[in-house]
């Protein structure tokens, strides 16, 4: 393949991410999460994709089907809302009635329950945590090894006695996370 037919193809799959975005109502921010989820935090930008990246996310994003509701008026209303963890598919606010009715659960990347306060001391202790398991990402822009936030907030997700965020969670939720992972981290070694 010469290197003019490999440009044309990733900007043919540029665009096809773009409109495949468009039509189902995803934003920039949420493209990008949607991105750094798929590449395990490696990069948030399309240009840091490998052309074969960039067709596994074409299929990916194809298969994702997110139709429309109908609302009162029988017209079909977008449901994606960027950032949350819900999405609407009310064409009116206050309409309640449908809201509810349409409300369908978005996933939220792992990454972003391992999201942490630098400043908040048992965030730090987790974090310890987690690259005393060895689970660690190499961070260019640190120039070192970071504990991997993906697995973090997997583990989060699958094993924690508090299935929310870190940064959603109470003291008292984040002892019982920290005991959580000190018990995982004793039968390791």
């Not at 939220?108 to 202790?125: E, V, W």
């Not at 945590?129 to 989060?156: C, E, K």
């Amino acid at each position: 393949m010469t290197n003019e037919n490999i440009k044309q193809q990733i900007h043919l799959l540029r665009q096809r991410i773009f409109a495949i975005c468009k039509r189902n109502g995803i934003d920039e921010d949420a493209r990008h999460d949607i991105i750094l989820a798929f590449t395990n935090s490696r990069t948030q930008s399309l240009a840091g994709l490998e052309l074969h990246e960039m067709r596994e996310l074409v299929n990916r994003l194809s298969a994702l089907s997110l139709d429309t509701c109908v609302d009162g008026a029988g017209k079909g209303v977008p449901q994606v809302k960027s950032g949350s963890k819900f999405a609407t598919c009310a064409s009116d606010a206050d309409n309640a009635r449908v809201a509810n009715s349409c409300q369908q659960s978005i996933e939220i990347p792992d990454y972003k329950y391992g999201l942490f306060d630098i400043t908040n001391k048992q965030h730090r202790t987790i974090l310890s945590l987690v690259q005393s398991l060895g689970h660690n990402v190499w961070n260019s822009r640190y120039g070192r090894y970071v504990a991997d936030l993906s697995w973090l907030g997997a583990w989060i997700k699958k094993y924690a006695k508090y299935k929310k965020p870190l940064l959603e969670q109470t003291k008292k939720e984040l002892q019982v996370t920290i005991e959580q992972l000190g018990r995982v981290v004793d039968t390791h070694y």
